[in-house]
């Protein structure tokens, strides 16, 4: 099977030639009629029909009409840099006959479209080469054998429009086909048959594989250009319909595909055979090479390699260097190799990929001297001899007794702004204390261990102590650290919950508190933001009660619009300096705009490919020549599933040890989990993570030499802070932003420029919330009794009406907590989306009993359910028993390639209306409402879903529904504008979702909020407007007939706050679900 190594260099050359440079030529062949049926079954069992193509003679066609069919290749080298819209090459076709071994090929060819075709009407049934082999025999006829050559040569023709190598029979296991239909079409079933251990790798009789631990490797073949679409008929017109989304169970396991369709697809994939057949030729013809021997020679790259069998290497493998390189090469010379592989079809955009040169430090001086210890223990640890000048500056203003904010890049050294003020203090009074805000543990715990380091060098300051302050620390240490701790490493969350409605104990901390440091400000934005600058100024508030007004305040942030003044607005302080000239060294930078390829290179209509697996073949590509990556997901679970697709790539490499060096870190694994991992990272044991948004922020993970986006991320401002988390050590590093299909990420693809000139968004909070601000004003008064004169500097002059209707008035005239908040009222007030409510997900293989994570209840029914597929640092776990009462779920490891989606709907219903505003100056125009919000939500059933997005079945669940209450906003269509959409025959729902969305996506653009803070109602159009609006695509004659849905409401865009209130967080459908961290 394996034949001779061809000769590389001329083999890639013609390669490159046909793939990358335009050719325009079409084949001329045209497709000739098949006697048989394409869903007749018995196209499959070759002793019921002997096609009329037996006999059919074979000549050389004629042109079809290309008009309509652009070839988008890849430029050469030489021609990158030219415009795309470069006119078209004259159509060629190869001169004299068709040589009998191309016709043969394209026979070949339409035997596997026509019978692959008909297969994938049957999804219970996988498309090995075994199972297909004798209905395409049975097409070619004149007892014609298939050889697993002839399928290579055809993939020499098309590369990328098949795919044709081995794969884990137990991963090809779906469900169940019936066992006569099996019999009827001679068809193999998905399974997971077990094989006897300890066998050495051989071959079956039907080119299948046995690995020496028993592992079954079948040989499947697929085509990746297109994919039949499920033709749903109304149930009384029985006209073609768009599928709901609550579609029976039966219908979906039952898809019914017309004829119409896969002959379309057929005739599609033959005419693109033929056009890359006469490219072949005429390249052939051009380079005066006998095109049979190239065929030949190319043939043997694309046989399929049995897991470790050590026959022909892929040439995509070829080029990675063997072992990963300890000193890796320049990322320059690393991009210029990438663009030099197979699977590269100008992936990167034009005018997409940026370079920005290294800069030069530049140092300040300080205006004081500091101690020899401080000396010593900054060379000590962090080698520092000279402090970087917007270091110094601020360091400056702090001694002076001013605010600062720092808003400079990641990774310029921006903590030790906040470490020399807080041990030059402790030097010069031992009783100083200092208090560290972050909004993560992970973080405080890292500037913990920066600040420990450091003491350990200073002979005065070595026992200090300081420690981490939070929902982990133990109770029985809490006192302890209260009263003899120097410096605390704590959250907002303890600081509002913990220690200021404590204050009588924390008294003494309070008194001697010089620094207050709030890392990563850029955190505190919207809902969030607003319940933390009132938390600020609580703190501020008992500071001066107990004597203590010169308290100063440190902040740092990623490069915002606004930073000055969105300090004050947090603190409530005006005297601020601004420090935004960054002094520190940087590497020379290259950042790439990837955008994820047609399936079909040469088609632009075929759809991009999947982001995923072109993220992953990158991800590793640059693993393997030595370069430390993190790639960022927007989502959970994008992260699991990416983590799963990095292995595989690994694994089809043969370079499976690899994988091991690859961690997923996102949020749901457990702290220890979280730890383990950033130390492995940071000591340079691992050479990849896939992350979510919550390595944002400025956790030490040690050198990292690239960053790739998987999707455009929530806004320009996330990008660019994932961007930077790449060369943290002064070396060339690359971030690559990979464009997905959507909108969003196509427009950033043909406007990169827009990438590096946006402005960032402005970060803002809402002090004027009088939900927001009662809470917090119930907490101040159980801290200590209001005066509402004196306390409106805190809280505004809102305070004096509020302190009246809202709080109780004592003898004195102060105002008290209410008794409806008592006794814990910041235990009312929640700051953000925390939940105290888990569920434990346990895995119970081979009796483990090992608790793999914790998910929140909110989550827990749209990600665990009985028969789910649950992802954990990308290895798949089958859900066994979920009991909500006890909450938990049993999960065991399982080796599967499809995956599982939640079937749910949602229903979002305005209950209360508190507030209204017109919208516009005119009378009659919309007017938009603010108030109460219901959610309903009910997870009914789940999708498998195979890798390549296809519903393979549809199973039931039995789980309660969800019911919360939130705050949100909404707006009637006017009637002028429904009318419009109805005289244009618009499906009215349809737009109004559409328009829902699209104020969505563009609420980043003005306001920095978290992902998910705002949501949107994602319903099918039908269920909502029902007969009162007509819907579009309906004969008249049916119009009446339709039954009206049994919700019905007005025609309005609705939005409501997901975070706030009392609701808690609920991950929505994929379809219209905001992202996770």
């Not at 066992?179 to 998905?190: N, P, S, T, V």
């Not at 008929?233 to 396991?253: F, N, Q, V």
């Not at 052939?284 to 006998?290: A, I, L, P, R, S």
Request: glycine fraction near 6%.
């Amino acid at each position: 099977m394996a034949g001779s190594t061809p000769n590389q260099s001329s083999v890639s050359t013609l390669k490159r030639k046909r793939n990358h440079e335009p050719s325009g030529q079409t084949e001329s062949a045209e497709s000739p009629p098949y006697d048989a049926s394409p869903l007749d079954p018995a196209l499959l069992d070759p002793a019921l029909r002997t096609p009329a193509s037996t006999n059919r003679p074979e000549t050389n066609t004629e042109e079809p009409d290309t008009a309509k069919q652009p070839a988008i290749k890849k430029l050469t080298k030489k021609k990158k840099a030219t415009s795309n819209a470069a006119s078209k090459a004259p159509q060629r076709t190869p001169s004299g006959p068709l040589p009998d071994a191309f016709k043969r090929i394209s026979h070949i060819h339409r035997a596997l479209n026509l019978v692959y075709t008909f297969c994938c009407t049957r999804k219970h049934f996988a498309t090995t080469f075994d199972n297909i082999k004798k209905a395409v025999q049975s097409q070619l006829g004149q007892e014609r054998e298939l050889t697993i050559e002839d399928v290579a040569r055809v993939k020499v023709l098309v590369p990328q429009a098949v795919r044709f190598e081995y794969v884990d029979e137990a991963k090809l296991e779906v469900m169940t086909a019936g066992d006569q239909e099996i019999a009827q079409y001679g068809l193999h079933k998905r399974s997971t048959l077990a094989t006897s251990a300890d066998m050495a790798t051989t071959e079956d009789n039907d080119g299948d594989f046995y690995g020496s631990d028993g592992t079954r490797h079948i040989l499947l073949f697929e085509f990746m250009d297109g994919d039949l679409k499920r033709e749903v008929r109304h149930p009384k017109t029985g006209e073609p319909t768009k599928p709901s989304r609550r579609m029976k169970d039966e219908d979906l396991k039952m898809p019914v595909y017309s004829q119409k369709q896969m002959l379309g697809l057929i005739e599609k994939r033959n005419i693109k055979f033929s056009d890359a057949l006469n490219t072949f030729l005429v390249q052939c013809q051009d380079d005066n090479t006998d095109p049979v021997e190239s065929l030949e020679k190319e043939k043997d790259t694309f046989l399929p390699t049995p897991p470790g069998s050590g026959s022909n290497t892929p040439a995509v493998v070829a080029k990675a260097p063997a072992t990963i390189p300890k000193e890796r090469k320049s990322i320059e010379e690393i991009i210029a190799e990438i663009r030099e592989m197979q699977w590269y079809h100008a992936q990167i955009v034009p005018e997409g990929h940026r370079v920005f040169e290294a800069q030069s430090p530049v140092f300040g001086d300080l205006t004081f001297q500091l101690s020899q210890d401080m000396v010593n223990a900054l060379y000590n640890t962090k080698g520092i001899t000279q402090l970087y000048s917007h270091q110094t500056e601020a360091i400056n203003h702090l001694y002076e007794g001013h605010n600062v904010i720092i808003s400079t890049s990641t990774s310029s050294g921006k903590s030790l702004i906040y470490q020399v003020p807080m041990l030059h203090e402790l030097e010069k009074d031992p009783e100083s204390r200092g208090m560290y805000i972050f909004p993560t543990k992970a973080l405080a715990q890292d500037q913990r261990r920066s600040m420990i380091d450091l003491l350990q060098y200073m002979n005065e300051l070595q026992h200090t102590m300081v420690e981490t302050f939070d929902g982990d620390t133990p109770m029985s240490s809490r006192n302890l650290i209260r009263d003899e701790a120097r410096i605390i490493f704590t959250n907002p969350d303890m600081l509002h919950i913990t220690i200021l409605p404590q204050e009588s104990a924390w008294r003494a901390f309070l008194k001697n508190l010089k620094f207050v440091v709030v890392d990563e400000l850029h955190v505190y934005n919207g809902l969030f933001g607003s319940h933390v600058a009132f938390v600020m100024r609580r703190l501020r508030r008992i500071c001066a009660a107990v004597g203590n007004r010169h308290v100063k305040f440190i902040s740092c942030s990623a490069t915002v619009a606004n930073p000055e003044d969105h300090m004050k607005s947090i603190f409530g302080v005006q005297d601020v300096k601004l420090i935004d000239f960054d002094g520190s060294p940087s590497g020379r930078k290259e950042f790439v705009c990837w955008n994820t390829p047609f399936k079909d290179p040469t088609d632009p209509t075929s759809g991009r490919g999947d982001t995923v697996s072109e993220t992953a073949r990158l991800f590793c590509q640059l693993i393997l020549r030595g370069v430390r990556v993190i790639a960022f997901c927007r989502i959970r679970q994008l992260c699991e599933v990416l983590l799963k697709a990095v292995r595989a790539e690994f694994d089809s490499l043969e370079r499976t040890e690899v994988g091991k060096l690859v961690m997923g870190y996102r949020g749901g694994y457990s702290p220890q989990d979280r730890r383990q991992i950033e130390k492995e990272m940071f000591e340079g044991r691992l050479m990849g993570i896939v992350a979510t948004s919550a390595l944002e922020l400025g956790v030490d993970i040690g050198s990292l030499d690239a960053v790739i986006t998987m999707g455009f991320p929530y806004s320009i401002s996330n990008l660019r802070q994932q961007s930077g988390r790449a060369g943290r050590r002064n070396k060339d590093s690359l971030s690559v932003l990979i464009g997905d299909r959507y909108p969003t990420d196509q427009h950033y693809m043909q406007n990169p420029d827009e990438i590096f000139t946006k402005p960032n968004c402005e970060l803002q909070i809402d002090l004027a919330n009088e939900l927001i601000l009662e809470g917090h004003v119930q907490c101040a008064a159980f801290e200590m009794p209001i005066c509402p004169e004196e306390d409106s500097i805190y809280f505004g002059d809102q305070l004096l009406a509020l302190a009246p209707t809202r709080l109780i008035k004592d003898s004195m005239g102060f105002f008290h907590c209410n008794e409806r908040f008592r006794p814990q009222p910041s235990r009312c007030v929640s700051i953000r989306d925390t939940e105290d409510q888990h569920f434990a997900v346990i895995d119970t293989t081979n009796n483990r009993n090992i608790v793999l994570e914790e998910v929140e209840a909110s989550r827990a029914f749209f990600t665990i359910y009985e028969g789910g597929i649950f992802l954990h640092q990308g290895q798949t776990y089958l859900v066994k028993e979920l009991n909500p009462d006890s909450r938990f779920a049993r999960v065991v490891r399982v080796h599967v390639d499809w995956s599982t989606m939640q079937r749910d709907y949602t229903d979002i219903d305005p209950i209360e209306t508190e507030a209204m505003r017109a919208v516009g100056t005119d009378p009659s125009s919309s007017r938009a409402f603010f108030g109460a919000i219901q959610i309903h939500a009910v997870v009914y059933g789940f999708f498998k879903i195979d890798k390549r997005g296809r519903v393979l079945d549809a199973v039931a669940v039995d789980n309660p529904p969800i019911d919360l209450l939130t705050k949100g906003m909404w707006l009637d269509v006017p009637t002028r504008a429904i009318d419009i959409l109805q005289s244009h025959r618009l499906n009215v729902a349809a737009a109004i979702h559409a328009a829902e969305h699209a104020v969505l996506s563009l609420l980043p653009s003005f306001v920095v909020s978290s992902p998910g803070d705002v949501r949107t109602e994602c319903k099918i159009a039908k269920k909502e407007l029902g007969k009162p609006l007509r819907r579009a695509n309906v004969p008249d004659e049916y119009e009446q007939k339709l039954q009206p849905p049994s919700r019905q409401r007005p025609a309005r865009l609705t939005f409501y706050d997901a975070k706030g209130g009392s609701a808690e967080e609920v991950p929505w459908k994929a379809g219209c679900r905001a992202d996770e961290k």
